[in-house]
């Protein structure tokens, strides 16, 4: 990835079958990004064309790459989109954010800065910001990293327009860490 702009959706798996079709692993809760007519630009920095995509199995198939073979020098290659695209083609409800707009916030616990979202990760279906905590607690011997479920019972609100977030209880997850 060398644009910063640019967003991981998805790793291309194995081929499925005789006629091209891969396996298709996500990275995105948007999977009406990847419709017929969709492009990505790949690790190598090739574009690739989706022919269609069947959303029941995760399988997918590119366009000029019809059989087994052509399609075997996909895999393990990376989907790219960019943020604009991702704003373009995945609307959001009211309250939702995505991931890349999150990620580097600064997280506030009772006004305490306590650190920033480095990532998050999903494990099962909860959400978890991974927050790399701030130099002043780590001088007090917290934890250097803890977790924070993005549930309501921990975040209390996500400013965008001033990247932070207030927490109610991120400060006793730290110690707990």
Not at 83 to 96: A, V, W
């Amino acid at each position: 990835m060398t644009n910063p702009k640019e967003l991981q959706i998805a790793t291309i798996g194995k081929v499925v079958g005789l006629r091209g079709e891969l396996k298709l692993h996500l990275q995105s809760d948007f999977i009406s990004q990847f419709k017929k007519g969709s492009s990505f630009e790949l690790t190598n920095g090739k574009t690739v064309e989706i022919e269609y995509f069947k959303e029941n199995r995760l399988l997918v198939k590119f366009i000029g790459f019809n059989t087994r073979e052509d399609a075997s020098i996909l895999t393990n290659q990376k989907l790219f989109t960019t943020i604009d695209e991702t704003r373009d083609n995945c609307p959001l409800d009211e309250g939702e954010f995505y991931w890349f707009d999150i990620i580097g916030s600064t997280v506030y616990d009772d006004e305490i800065d306590i650190g920033k979202v480095l990532e998050i990760e999903r494990i099962g279906s909860v959400d978890y910001l991974i927050i790399e905590t701030c130099q002043e607690l780590v001088l007090k011997e917290f934890s250097k990293k803890f977790y924070i479920p993005y549930i309501d019972e921990y975040i209390v609100s996500f400013d965008k327009d001033n990247n932070t977030i207030e927490t109610k209880g991120g400060l006793l997850l730290l110690e707990a860490s």
